[in-house]
């Protein structure tokens, strides 16, 4: 028995897909509240668990919601997890034991942020396991002052993901990845060669889907496509600006 729970496992960790398209059928409370239960007994910061997870899925909120996703397909699923950072809960701890909290800091943000980005990889991969489709949307910290607005944060609480979660309505798109050796560097940092370079991005610009990206968006190729079309300079520095701004620490 094990044998077979182990091939299962091993299948989605090699065939795992995000889903944006879900279907119209509601996700019980009680499976959501074993997946989150389950997911907090992830890896946290000092154990000090800085993360809350605010679930939307009233329609009016989900819309709201959406639109500040920019109105992505997954943004449509029948519920929203905004994954947050948050050293609300454990300063006021701290205060009413009285302890120094000193945790307004760019420092705390960093393991807050950690803590919230682990605790939604364990969010996915449990939800998956259990038959459900999920999405990951990094828009939210694009938007995160008006998420933080929409959804009443306090200070020292930050949107940093969300997750679109619900029951598949397709079998979502097989994607490609960078080969092992792109990624895996022995004992200190390999640095490549330029011909190197090209090489561990092939697999990337030859995969169909992408090829298709380069010739809708009229450029010479697949890095032009992320630069200058999907992620570009004026953007980044735009919404850079936006969440330092905010941040102010």
Not at 111 to 140: H, N, R, V, W
């Amino acid at each position: 028995m094990g044998n077979n729970v182990d091939k299962n496992v091993n299948d989605y960790f090699s065939k795992r897909r995000s889903i944006r398209r879900f279907e119209d059928r509601e996700v019980e409370s009680q499976l959501l509240d074993s997946i989150l239960l389950e997911a907090s007994k992830a890896p946290t910061c000092g154990n000090m668990q800085l993360y809350s997870v605010v679930v939307t899925r009233g329609k009016k909120e989900r819309d709201e919601l959406s639109a500040l996703h920019f109105n992505q397909p997954a943004s449509k699923a029948p519920v929203l997890l905004t994954i947050c950072a948050d050293f609300a809960r454990f300063t006021r701890w701290c205060e009413l034991r009285n302890a120094d909290a000193g945790y307004d800091n760019f420092l705390s943000f960093t393991s807050a942020f950690a803590d919230a980005m682990i605790l939604a990889q364990q969010i996915t991969t449990i939800a998956e396991l259990k038959g459900l489709g999920t999405c990951y949307l990094g828009t939210a910290i694009y938007n995160a002052p008006e998420i933080s607005r929409l959804l009443k944060l306090p200070k020292l609480v930050m949107p940093v993901a969300c997750l679109a979660i619900g029951w598949p309505a397709e079998e979502g798109v097989e994607t490609e990845r960078l080969p092992l050796n792109a990624f895996v560097h022995e004992e200190t940092y390999r640095e490549d060669s330029d011909e190197e370079i090209l090489e561990l991005f092939k697999t990337k610009e030859e995969y169909p889907a992408n090829q298709k990206f380069v010739e809708e968006n009229a450029k010479q190729n697949l890095a032009q496509v992320f630069a200058e079309v999907r992620y570009p300079r004026e953007m980044n520095e735009e919404f850079s600006e936006k969440l330092l701004r905010w941040l102010d620490f």
